[in-house]
């Protein structure tokens, strides 16, 4: 949820006597505090009652009454892992040890598979037999007929030399939500509440929804929220009622919690865009922006919009348009509304806007007339691409792209596949085209991602006669070879882009094929290229060429990697590294240092070296934990140190 909070809209309250006081309501799983029982809600008073623990025996029988899933054999399977399961309690006091099952995936590297294994809990113990080298991930818990989640959910485990595994969970408690009113802190009734998705960008308004989202509806304060299926770490909740417009608040469902938001009074919103023009393939958007912004169309204002043509505007024939848009319970104060053309993220335009008052308990009703506006007409543009057989190209097309105009129907980028044209001259490679949907304005006409491209300006009557020509292409031959002993390297990939500096953006990866003994080959077009050497074995080298048409040779010369592997531990448990940000540097220098390893083995971090020497290793732990001391290693040529960094909580 957006920082920004704009003010009449949504309030967040913080009662010092009931809840922690933070900006954003936080829940009293993170900090408890002691509190009169009477003085709690039903339900918040059941939460503080000690938990009750259900006999082991009575756990035992409810296991084996369930249907097991069948235990995959993993074929290098080598050690029997020997794990236990401990619930802990708010405080982490361990509870009796208890029964249940749990999904456990195990990552097999080697074999470049994963399974999913249900298994059971018998008093907190569990076994499987796996390879050695196998890594762990914790998926789903239930323990003592509860839904649980382990503590540090998400961390991977390497198998421990001694082959034993010790997991923690806690239950997992309900979100209890009390809802009042902003102005009497009176609780309200008859609440919805609706879980969030990618549609809630602008924090405002959750939008269209269907059933799905539905997680409450009907209920009085306060609420209290079934345990999910999908424990998110923090989810947005939205919450409206009679009377209200909607607020949002954001919960952590995996630890539960009580939880506070106050809503302002509010009313409706009814837009009706009227003078359509008719028979046009038109992309017409509403949006709702909130007042009082430097600038209301920025997307920090905006409430709500929405496409005219639902969801399948770029259809063909396009859908009929939607008239009239709806918005319900959104909090009283001022608003403009306005109709948009062109496409969303590229060079929209407002053809009509109105400023509004929305009241509280009234529906606004506001008319937007855009028979004012004139969409362009849709003509062709045509002409013919030369593209030599030397290429010798199964698929290519042209990328035709609007630049600097909004985009009556909302796409700026279109794509005419070869199939859609025309072979004129098989032999010199010429081919017809023909692009009907082109609205006049300035074009750009690009070949694939080889950075062939012409820009041309088509009038209100189409444009004829255009030609781009691909040039012939140079094939380019790459020889990796050891920098010390000159022999062909072969375990390594090599890819190819176009020179950077002529795209807009970071380029497409093309892979070379390798042809063995070190040497690889491709076919590209003319001018400066990159050729990158990867390798999990052998140091990243870059080469740039100036290719011409015709044979092209490059040689790299790399050298065998070296670095540091880090992983780190709390106790027995493997964490996932990159969660403690590690960096890497010289031992006599406190720059440059390598701050972006690549994931290794499950949950450690690579760092590849410029040479071998001395370097230091620090972390910068998440919260909860404390920093350990930067530890020194000696990196060796052409080998990798394996660093095991432990851990302690704060």
Request: net charge negative; charged share 25%.
């Amino acid at each position: 949820m957006r920082a920004l909070v704009f003010v009449g809209l949504l309030v967040v309250i913080v009662l010092s006597a009931r809840f922690a006081c933070s900006r954003n309501a936080v829940s009293r799983s993170a900090a408890p505090e002691a509190r009169d029982a009477d003085s709690l809600p039903d339900v918040a008073r059941r939460l503080s009652e000690p938990l009750v623990v259900r006999d082991a025996s009575e756990a035992r029988e409810v296991v084996r009454a369930e249907e097991a899933a069948p235990v995959p054999t993993f074929a290098r399977a080598s050690v029997t892992l020997d794990g236990t399961w401990t619930v802990v309690d708010r405080d982490d006091v361990a509870l009796a040890p208890q029964d249940g099952r749990f999904t456990l995936r195990c990552y097999d590297d080697v074999a470049e598979e994963s399974h999913d294994v249900e298994l059971a809990v018998v008093a907190g113990r569990w076994s499987l037999d796996v390879p050695r080298d196998a890594v762990l991930e914790v998926l789903a818990v239930k323990l003592g007929g509860r839904r649980a989640q382990q503590v540090g959910n998400g961390a991977r485990v390497a198998v421990p030399a001694d082959a034993r595994v010790d997991f923690t969970a806690r239950w997992v408690e309900p979100v209890v939500l009390t809802v009042i009113d902003a102005n009497t802190s009176v609780s309200l009734s008859d609440l919805t509440v609706i879980g969030g998705t990618l549609d809630d960008v602008h924090g405002f308004h959750p939008g269209d929804f269907g059933p799905e989202r539905v997680i409450v509806d009907g209920a009085s304060s306060p609420v209290v929220l079934p345990i999910a299926d999908e424990l998110l770490e923090n989810e947005t909740l939205w919450v409206r009622a009679p009377g209200h417009g909607w607020g949002s608040i954001v919960v952590p469902r995996a630890l539960g919690g009580e939880f506070l938001l106050a809503l302002r009074p509010g009313g409706a919103l009814a837009v009706e865009v009227v003078g359509i023009p008719p028979a046009v393939a038109l992309t017409l958007r509403v949006r709702v922006c909130v007042r009082g912004g430097a600038d209301v169309q920025d997307e920090e204002n905006v409430l709500f919009e929405t496409s005219l043509t639902g969801d399948a505007p770029f259809a063909t024939p396009p859908p009929p348009m939607r008239p009239h848009v709806a918005l319900d319970s959104i909090a009283a104060g001022s608003y403009q509304v306005a109709v948009e053309v062109g496409s969303r993220y590229r060079d929209p335009r407002a053809i009509v806007a109105r400023e509004v008052e929305v009241r509280a308990g009234a529906t606004t009703e506001v008319v937007l007339d855009v028979s004012a506006y004139r969409p362009p007409a849709f003509v062709a543009i045509s002409g013919t691409l030369t593209l030599s057989p030397a290429w010798k190209l199964n698929s290519f097309g042209l990328y035709f792209e609007l630049v600097g105009e909004p985009a009556i129907d909302g796409l700026v980028q279109r794509y005419l596949d070869r199939t859609a044209m025309r072979v004129v001259d098989a032999e010199l490679g010429v081919h017809a085209f023909r692009f009907e949907r082109a609205q006049p304005g300035r074009w750009e006409l690009r070949f694939s991602s080889f950075g062939t491209s012409l820009a041309v300006d088509v009038p209100p009557s189409g444009l004829d006669g255009v030609h781009l020509e691909v040039p012939d292409p140079a094939v380019v031959t790459v020889r990796v070879v050891d920098v010390q002993t000159d022999a062909p390297v072969s375990d390594v990939e090599v890819v190819w882009m176009p020179d950077r500096s002529a795209l807009e953006s970071g380029g497409v990866l093309n892979g070379a094929g390798d042809r063995g003994g070190g040497v690889f080959g491709f076919t590209a077009p003319r001018g400066r290229l990159e050729v990158w050497c990867l390798s999990e074995r052998w140091e990243f080298r870059r080469a740039q060429v100036e290719a011409v048409a015709g044979p092209n040779e490059v040689r790299i010369e790399t050298r065998r990697a070296c670095g540091v592997v880090v992983r780190v531990r709390d106790g027995a448990t493997t964490l996932r590294t990159a969660d403690f940000a590690p960096k890497v540097r010289l031992a006599q220098s406190a720059s440059s240092a390598l701050e972006f390893g690549e994931e290794f083995a499950g949950s450690a971090l690579r760092f590849t070296v410029a040479e071998p020497g001395r370097y230091v290793v620090e972390l910068a732990p998440p919260t909860g934990y404390r920093a350990p001391p930067a530890t020194e290693v000696v990196v060796s040529a052409h080998a990798f140190v394996e660093l095991l960094l432990d851990v302690d909580r704060e």
